[in-house]
Nanobody, 123 residues
Framework: QVQLVESGGGLVQAGDSLRLSCAAS????????MGWFRQAPGKEREFVAC???????TYGDSVKGRFTISRDTAKNTVYLQMNSLKPEDTAVYYC?????????????????WGQGTLVTVSS
């Protein structure tokens, strides 16, 4: 059974940085596309970043240049480094996995979800 557990969320001020972690269990993150989505109150789930098994990284337009996704296969963990945070980055951040290794930008392309971690950015 695949499980994704996010951690690292919290309350920060605008301009600060946070690093989110997604620990995967039950199946290696090798040969999987891994990524992050976020959902703010009253809004639809939004694509943030994706890292395929091989190939280029993909970012949502609103986070490009500020956020960086990475992967440690030895730890079976995916990270999201978030810099220059803005109040509009406030959301629940979800880790996502798509079997097969390719990337995804749509929520309906995801096979597994984590439970989410809340990030709140104050102005």
């Amino acid at each position: 059974q695949v499980q994704l557990v996010e951690s690292g969320g919290g309350l920060v001020q605008a301009g600060d940085s946070l690093r989110l972690s997604c620990a995967a269990s039950g199946r290696t993150i090798s040969v999987a596309g891994m990524g992050w989505f976020r959902q703010a109150p009253g809004k639809e789930r939004e694509f943030v970043a994706c890292i395929p098994w091989s190939g280029g990284l993909t970012y949502g337009d609103s986070v490009k240049g500020r956020f960086t996704i990475s992967r440690d296969t030895a730890k079976n963990t995916v990270y999201l480094q978030m810099n220059s945070l803005k109040p509009e980055d406030t959301a629940v951040y979800y880790c996502a996995r798509k079997d097969g290794g390719s990337c995804f930008r749509q929520a309906n392309g995801v096979d597994y979800w984590g439970q989410g971690t809340l990030v709140t950015v104050s102005s």
